[in-house]
């Protein structure tokens, strides 16, 4: 249902996880990126290259590091990405009903919790 919803933007949920960290925090490392998104920082280097393809991210290099940054189409894709999650929270609401529902995220929350201690 994800990648459903997601591939409105032309994304997969990881580009999405992707593009909105970067936009929520412009300038970030592909090192946080890597600890927030809990991929392998070779996978991030290959995911924010794909979105620099599309035209959505930026690398800058500052000094020894380098800060990754949105572009002016990625407030209108980041629109399109909240839709989706939108979209996806409400198909699975409708099958789960709001206790599944809320037992689901409370679930995924200390999964993600307890694999990055």
Do not use: C
């Not at 580009?15 to 927030?36: K, N, R």
């Not at 290959?46 to 020894?64: P, S, T, V, Y």
């Not at 809320?102 to 919790?113: K, P």
């Amino acid at each position: 249902m994800a990648d459903e919803e997601f591939e409105k933007a032309g994304l997969t949920s990881s580009y999405a996880f992707l593009l909105m960290s970067v936009s929520d925090e412009p300038g970030i490392s592909p090192s946080e990126l890597s600890e927030q998104l809990s991929l392998k920082p070779s996978t991030i280097t290959r995911l924010i290259i794909k979105m620099e393809g599309k035209g959505l991210l930026r690398r800058f290099q500052n000094g020894k590091y380098i800060e990754v940054y949105p572009t002016k189409q990625t407030p209108s894709t980041v629109k399109v990405v909240k839709e989706a999650w939108s979209n996806l929270y409400r198909r699975y609401h409708a099958i789960l009903g709001d206790e599944l529902t809320q037992r689901l995220s409370n679930d995924v929350n200390e999964t993600v919790i307890k694999l990055t201690e």
